[in-house]
């Protein structure tokens, strides 16, 4: 039996429009939502039903204010998402499908760089790979900022975990254009399916 779900990678304000802002997010997070859309339709359910039967899994960069990602502590990055700002939250129009147990947090330790979801952890400290299994997840879809970097490596870690990957190619925004197209054509040949 098939059991999908959906992963949203780094949704937050500081990669749409703050100190990170990334290509195409605002298009992207209305792709999202559009794509949601279209998952519930014809199901006939109310929203809770159709959250059960296609769970929404958000994760979130989540770090301290002296995080070593950022360019004035040893990293290539400006500050980003510190846990407790208004760039770190999720964009609001995604706020209706986020649940405590499905949020995960990735990059809370100030000394690791974490680009994969796949071990952040939800309030639970459970991490997102452990939830997928208690779901039951076969396909995993995958949507969110930025292509290159936190897209990427956890699409590559959900492929080594054994789920089929489907990117949603509308609902991604990149840092860059050329390296966004040269990574979809990385994950493409390793096996993860560009829709
Ligand atoms: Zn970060």
């Given at each position: 039996?098939?059991?999908?779900?959906?992963?949203?990678?780094?949704?937050?304000?500081?990669?749409?429009?703050?100190?990170?802002?990334?290509q195409?997010?605002?298009?992207?997070?209305?792709?999202?939502?559009?794509?949601?859309?279209?998952?519930?339709?014809?199901?006939g359910?109310?929203?809770?039903?159709?959250?059960?039967?296609?769970?929404?899994?958000?994760?979130?960069?989540?770090?301290?204010?002296?995080h070593?990602?950022?360019?004035?502590?040893?990293?290539?990055?400006?500050?980003?998402?510190?846990?407790?700002?208004?760039?770190?939250?999720?964009?609001?129009?995604?706020?209706?499908?986020?649940?405590?147990?499905?949020?995960?947090?990735?990059?809370?330790?100030?000394?690791?760089?974490?680009?994969?979801?796949?071990?952040?952890?939800?309030?639970?400290?459970?991490?997102?790979?452990?939830?997928?299994?208690?779901?039951?997840?076969?396909?995993?879809?995958?949507?969110?900022?930025?292509?290159?970097?936190?897209?990427?490596?956890?699409?590559?870690?959900?492929?080594?975990?054994g789920?089929?990957?489907?990117l949603?190619?509308?609902?991604?925004?990149?840092?860059?254009?050329?390296?966004?197209?040269?990574?979809?054509?990385?994950?493409?040949?390793?096996?993860?399916?560009?829709?």
């Open positions: 039996m098939r059991n999908n779900a959906l992963v949203v990678v780094d949704m937050l304000y500081d990669f749409i429009d703050g100190s990170l802002a990334c195409n997010a605002e298009n992207a997070v209305a792709q999202t939502l559009k794509y949601i859309d279209s998952q519930t339709k014809g199901q359910g109310e929203e809770h039903e159709i959250l059960d039967t296609f769970p929404i899994l958000f994760i979130r960069d989540h770090h301290p204010a002296d070593s990602s950022f360019k004035e502590f040893g990293g290539i990055w400006p500050p980003h998402c510190v846990a407790g700002t208004h760039g770190g939250e999720i964009h609001s129009d995604l706020v209706p499908y986020v649940s405590e147990e499905l949020t995960f947090d990735k990059g809370c330790d100030r000394t690791t760089e974490q680009y994969s979801g796949f071990e952040g952890v939800n309030y639970a400290e459970q991490s997102l790979g452990e939830v997928l299994e208690l779901l039951d997840t076969t396909d995993v879809y995958v949507c969110g900022i930025a292509t290159e970097y936190c897209v990427r490596n956890t699409c590559t870690d959900l492929l080594k975990a789920y089929k990957v489907h949603l190619k509308d609902c991604i925004a990149y840092v860059d254009y050329e390296g966004h197209l040269k990574a979809l054509e990385e994950m493409a040949s390793e096996g993860i399916s560009i829709e």
